[in-house]
C-alpha cells in the first residue's frame, strides 16, 4: 500500500492507493487507511483506486454502505502537484549589479527577465554574471548593450551632476582613465572619434585641484563632459543638493 500526495489544490488532500488492478484487500486497505490518517492527523485523506473492482469487491461494498473509491489512472508527479516558487523578476534595462544583488539577496542562482507584458525574455544566471566580467574584453561593450546612464550610476553609487541619466551610451568605447590631464593628453587631443568624457569626482568635498584641471582640459578639446560625483552614501541627504551645487560652481562657469 501507497501513500501519496497528489493534490495541493483550495483544500490539500493526501490520496491512498493500493496496487494496480486491486482485489478486495487492496481496496479496503485504502479506505481503511485513509480513514484511520485523517481521524489521526486531522488532515484530509481519501481512498483511491488504481484498476477496475472485480465483482467480489462490488459487492463487499454494496453489502457494507462503503463508497467506491475513485480512479486514479497515474500517480506520477504533475505540474499541479509541484512546489513553485515564485521569484523576482528582472526588466533587460537592469544592470548587472542589481541583478546580483537580486541573486545574492533571494538566495538564487537564475532569474527570468520579461518585458512589459510580463512576457519571458530570457534568463540570466551567476554564471552568466561571472563571464561577462571574466570573459568580455570589448571596450564597446557598453555603447552595443545602448547601456543607460542610470546603470553606470547605481554601479558607482554616484549621483549625476551634469547630464540625464536616462540617455544611453549609444557609440563609441568606455575606457577608465585613472591619471592627470598630462599622462591623458595624446588620448583626448588625438581620439577624433572620442564621444565622452564621464568626470568621477568626490560628493563629500568640493573639487580638487586635479578634478578642475581635468574639466578644463577636456572643455579645452571640446569634448561633451559628464560628471558624476560618487560616494552619495557617504553624505547625509540634506547636504547632497548643497554638495552638487558647490561642484557645479567649481567647474561648471555660469
Known amino acids: 500500500m501507497e501513500e501519496n500526495t497528489l493534490s495541493k489544490e483550495k483544500e490539500q488532500s493526501v490520496l491512498v492507493v493500493g496496487h494496480m488492478n486491486p482485489d478486495t484487500d487492496s481496496i479496503c486497505s485504502a479506505i481503511a487507511y485513509a480513514n484511520l490518517k485523517s481521524k489521526i492527523t486531522g488532515e484530509k485523506h481519501t481512498p483511491k483506486r488504481a484498476g477496475t473492482l472485480s465483482p467480489e469487491t462490488e459487492f463487499v461494498l454494496k453489502h457494507f454502505g462503503v463508497k467506491t473509491p475513485g480512479y486514479l489512472s497515474d500517480v506520477r508527479e504533475q505540474v499541479k502537484d509541484m512546489e513553485i516558487r ?45 563571464k561577462s566580467y571574466m570573459n568580455v574584453y570589448d571596450s564597446e561593450i557598453i555603447s552595443k548593450a545602448k547601456t543607460p546612464y542610470k546603470n553606470i550610476l547605481e554601479v558607482l553609487e554616484g549621483e549625476m551632476v551634469v547630464g540625464n541619466p536616462d540617455d544611453c551610451v549609444e557609440t563609441g568605447k568606455v575606457l577608465i582613465g585613472a591619471a592627470n590631464p598630462e599622462m591623458m593628453e595624446t588620448y583626448i587631443s588625438e581620439r577624433k572619434n572620442l564621444k565622452a568624457m564621464i568626470l568621477l569626482v568626490d560628493l563629500r568635498h568640493n573639487p580638487t585641484a586635479d578634478d578642475i584641471s581635468m574639466y578644463e582640459f577636456v572643455k579645452y578639446y571640446d569634448v561633451p563632459v559628464i560628471l558624476v560625483a560618487t ?12 554638495n552638487e551645487n558647490k561642484i557645479k560652481e567649481k567647474l561648471i562657469p555660469k
Open 231 to 242: 560616494k552619495e552614501d557617504k553624505v547625509k541627504r540634506s547636504d547632497i543638493k548643497k
Open 86 to 130: 515564485v521569484v523576482p523578476t528582472l526588466h533587460r534595462e537592469m544592470s548587472l549589479k542589481a541583478a546580483w544583488e537580486i541573486m545574492d539577496n533571494e538566495t538564487l542562482s537564475t532569474l527570468p527577465i520579461v518585458n512589459e507584458e510580463k512576457c519571458l525574455e530570457g534568463l540570466i544566471s551567476v554564471a552568466d554574471i561571472a
